[in-house]
């Protein structure tokens, strides 16, 4: 699992598939955004955090739930 850096987010990956991003603050918020596709539920969830690690931390806290309820493991990877 890693997370790719585009110009205007940041993309958390597993392997090839694309698990969540986070973008940056907009219109005077101040707020980090975040959303999650692949979670525990099937739903997408979303979020917002003071800062850019908050909410890259929520995206992967999130998906390593969803590996837990999935009786799955991450190898080698950043979480």
Request: hydrophobic share 35%.
């Amino acid at each position: 699992m890693e997370w790719q850096h585009e110009a205007y987010r940041s993309v958390f990956f597993c392997g090839g598939v694309k698990i969540g991003t986070v973008n940056p603050p907009w219109n005077g918020t101040g707020r980090w955004r975040w959303r999650i596709w692949v979670t525990s539920t099937t739903h997408p969830q979303d979020g917002r955090a003071d800062t850019r690690e908050h909410a890259m931390r929520q995206v992967e806290g999130r998906f390593n739930a969803f590996l837990m309820t999935a009786r799955l493991r991450s190898e080698g990877g950043a979480v």
